[in-house]
């Protein structure tokens, strides 16, 4: 067959890659720990089971609307004013297959070809994917380890030019786990309301997975709203990532745009998942707080462990899952068999050598560090770090 070109134009993802191998090895009798994958180790809570189950004893199994139930649509109203304060209405809200499909939607309504695109590094691994099939051009805004990888925002107004279209970020950040504060987007927000002409995704998939407090969104700037897309879904808060259930709020003429886009690709979502998330977001949110505990309990446990490892340098990650550690001092080093001379080398090291699965940072802009997930067992996690720091232990 002769495939169209725009393939060439990406990659399958890293963190599927990795995932991928880890199964294979594991395939062949090796015990692997995947510490890969994005995706909560716990399963959809009872009462959100039991909505579906419900949904379809009732027969509630047609075709839905393209932009989703007008129930759901407004569930998600109603928490984005109980957990956000935004006010927002049905007809602002779409419903996608995830929210990989709702940054999909907006990012190819919004970039024609040539249009620049911001997106600080590091970043999840879509975003770049999605504009180079939009055919728009790409300015990364690397953010290093020391400012807990934050843009500034005289960092932000240096890049923005008469073609920046689209500025692209998350909070709680992949692969960092970075936050940013209402005081930091405070201060990004005057950048942006000097370029009127530059459009925002705001990712905040990982919203409820905050260490730190009150989640704060950039769309609660009221000159921003009207150019503010919020991207979430029910994934990670509410272990619900097979459900495949996503959705953006934003201003009615790009909801009204996704929705004709939609229309031609999946049209509505799954019948059974919406009236499932409906549920969810109507609950009292007792559930996903004690998942966010664990993952604290978790998260405090790897960090103190990285930490602990010479030539290991890791920020405090304040929501996610993730560590983000740099291992740049181990470049050139060597256990005698296998040489450490980049961050994918050293993804391969771990998954050969200690049977842990990590992902480059590279594919999500920073070539220096590894992501490493905490969303296991803390019985595998603990294994994962004695086995991580014995092989790191063997490189000289």
Not at 104 to 124: F, K, Q, R
Not at 233 to 245: C, E, L, N, Q, V
Not at 247 to 269: H, I, L, N, R
Request: one cysteine or more.
């Amino acid at each position: 067959m002769n495939l169209a070109h725009r393939l060439d134009r990406i990659q399958e993802p890293q963190t599927i890659k990795m995932a991928k191998l880890g199964r294979k090895l594991r395939s062949q009798g090796a015990n692997i720990i995947d510490l890969s994958l994005g995706e909560p180790d716990f399963v959809t809570p009872d009462f959100i089971c039991e909505a579906a189950t419900k949904a379809m004893a009732d027969g509630f199994t047609k075709y839905t609307p393209v932009m989703g139930n007008l129930e759901l649509r407004e569930a998600i109203c109603h928490k984005l004013k109980r957990d956000n304060g935004l006010d927002y209405t049905s007809d602002e809200i779409i419903v996608s297959t995830g929210a990989k499909q709702s940054l999909a939607n907006a990012i190819l309504c919004l970039i024609n070809p040539g249009d620049e695109v911001i997106i600080p590094t590091p970043y999840w691994v879509t975003y770049s994917a999605l504009v180079t099939l939009a055919e728009g051009e790409i300015k990364y805004l690397p953010c290093h380890i020391d400012a807990d990888f934050k843009l500034t925002p005289e960092r932000l107004e240096a890049a923005i030019t008469p073609k920046t279209k689209l500025f692209i970020y998350s909070s709680p950040c992949n692969p960092t786990g970075s936050v940013y504060t209402k005081e930091e987007l405070a201060t990004l927000a005057e950048v942006f309301k000097r370029h009127p002409h530059v459009a925002i995704i705001s990712d905040e998939i990982y919203e409820y997975i905050n260490y730190e407090g009150k989640h704060e969104s950039i769309a609660q700037f009221t000159e921003l709203k009207d150019r503010v897309m919020i991207v979430n879904g029910m994934s990670k808060g509410f272990a619900m990532t097979g459900w495949r259930i996503g959705y953006m709020a934003g201003p009615k003429d790009m909801v009204q745009a996704c929705d004709k886009f939609q229309s031609q690709f999946t049209s509505g979502t799954n019948s059974i998942a919406q009236k499932a998330s409906v549920a969810a977001l109507e609950s009292d949110l007792k559930t996903t707080i004690a998942m966010r505990e664990s993952f604290r309990k978790r998260k405090d446990f790897v960090v103190t462990a990285m930490e602990q490892i010479p030539g290991v340098k890791i920020n405090h990650p304040k929501g996610a899952f993730y560590v983000f550690p740099d291992v740049s001092s181990f470049f050139g080093q060597s256990d005698g068999e296998t040489t450490i001379n980049s961050d994918e080398d050293m993804s391969m090291y771990l998954l050969y050598k200690a049977h842990v699965s990590t992902v480059m940072g590279e594919a999500f802009g920073n070539n220096h560090c590894i992501r490493i997930s905490f969303a296991n067992s803390m019985e595998n996690l603990k294994d994962a770090m004695n086995r991580i720091s014995e092989a790191l232990g063997k490189l000289k």
